[in-house]
């Protein structure tokens, strides 16, 4: 009997340990990325400087946009910089922190010459350049109606020009409305397809730092708007 006493206090004070260590705010934590412009130059800072607030060093690491999510969960990295709510459905498991970052606008880039309406997307004969997760989003949106074909890029920040250099005549790009008031339609129109808020994302282990977190960024995010 003694030792099946000393077998289950062992294991209570293993599991006891892994829990502890669980709950032990990390000295530094790793994030990916999509490269985009905003993401880069304006998120990236926002999210340094709140877990920097928090004695947490930060690390970013860019990924094709269908990886990242994959890569949380299997616990490659921490978590994202910021990811579309609407693309996060199938990873109901991993963090939403809020509040939100952005709103993210979703658009059909097109030739200037050329019809840019919604029945592009139902129609088989065109085709489109999209990042893996774009297309994932307008699947989510669209259903049944979405009958193009797509061309699947992994570097987001580049469809714009794909555009402008002509090499595609549609594309799936994603702007917030600042950007979306300074684009120059010479180069290429658009449609708004839909809007979507977009999250800082986190691995389900740091869940005890997530109402630290949200409140670091609500911190960072109000200085930035005041300056």
């Known amino acids: ?113 050329l019809p840019c309406s919604q029945s592009v997307l139902s129609d088989p004969k065109k ?4 990042t893996g997760a774009s297309q994932n989003g307008l699947i989510e949106t669209f259903g049944k109606q979405l009958k193009v074909n797509f061309y699947l890029i992994n570097n987001l920040a580049v469809i714009p020009q794909l555009i402008t250099e002509k090499r595609f005549d549609y594309g799936i790009y994603v702007m917030n409305a600042r950007q979306l008031e300074q684009v120059n339609q010479d180069d290429f129109h658009y449609l708004e397809l839909f809007r979507t808020d977009s999250f800082h994302i986190l691995h389900p282990k740091y869940a005890f730092l997530k109402a630290d977190v949200e409140r670091a960024l609500r911190e960072v995010m109000a200085k930035s708007e005041s300056e």
């Open 1 to 113: 009997m003694l030792w099946i006493f000393a077998a289950i206090l062992m294991h209570c004070c293993v599991s006891f340990s892994a829990v502890a260590q669980e709950l032990i705010k990390p000295k530094k934590m790793t994030f990916s990325y999509v490269n985009h412009p905003v993401i880069v130059d304006e998120l990236i800072p926002i999210v340094r400087q709140a877990y920097a607030s928090l004695g947490i060093d930060t690390q970013f690491v860019e990924q094709p946009s269908d990886r990242n999510l994959r890569a949380i969960k299997k616990g490659l990295v921490d978590g994202d910089v910021v990811f579309s709510r609407l693309l996060v459905k199938k990873y109901p498991e991993l963090l939403l922190i809020e509040p939100p970052l952005v709103r993210s606008i979703f658009l059909l880039l097109c030739q200037p010459q």
């Open 127 to 130: 085709l489109i350049a999209s």
